[in-house]
């Protein structure tokens, strides 16, 4: 495989694999601290979910002999504190946290999806990133149906939204 290509694919699997790992953290912060039985269950539901993601990319990992991302710890405590925060604050928050995460999540797997297509490369790891894909969009829409019209929830999704994209951005290489 061309060098670049070789290079473009580790950066995925890193950057997913940390994605993975953080979006874990965040629903089990929220979990913890959920006081809502409805909700805690779709948000357990969900972690499920992620734990699959998360296994998939890190048997990736050892297997290509990818290294991790170093900013483990920073996905770590911030995914969880994320999730906390989120869960104490309010319900609506929830909602927010998990629409911005998972927007900003599908948006990066389609332009994983357009890339390996386009290389005509990596059937096996083309194929989960688009069943991985299609899961972060159910997560997604769970999130959609609640009310998050109000300015303050609204800025807090934004916000989420630049945080996830710039840690996206920095664990690809880093
Ligand atoms: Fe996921
Ligand atoms: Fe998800």
Request: hydrophobic share 35%; proline share 1%.
């Amino acid at each position: 495989m061309e060098k670049v290509i070789k290079k473009k694919i580790d950066e995925i699997i890193r950057v997913n694999h940390a994605g993975e790992y953080g979006a874990q953290r965040i629903y089990s912060g929220q979990i913890k601290f959920c006081k809502k039985d409805d909700l805690k269950k779709e948000l357990k539901r969900i972690i499920k979910e992620e734990y699959e993601h998360y296994e998939f990319f890190n048997e990736e990992m050892i297997n290509r002999r990818t290294r991790p991302t170093l900013l483990s710890p920073v996905w770590h405590y911030g995914g969880y504190f994320l999730g906390v925060f989120t869960s104490i604050i309010g319900e609506k928050y929830v909602h927010a946290c998990t629409e911005a995460v998972e927007e900003v999540i599908v948006e990066h797997y389609e332009e994983q999806i357009k890339f390996l297509e386009q290389k005509g490369v990596e059937n096996k790891l083309l194929k989960k990133i688009k069943k991985f894909r299609a899961d972060e969009d159910d997560h997604r829409h769970f999130a959609e149906n609640s009310n998050m019209r109000q300015s303050g929830v609204k800025l807090f999704k934004r916000f989420t939204r630049e945080l996830t994209k710039f840690a996206i951005k920095v664990s690809k290489k880093y």
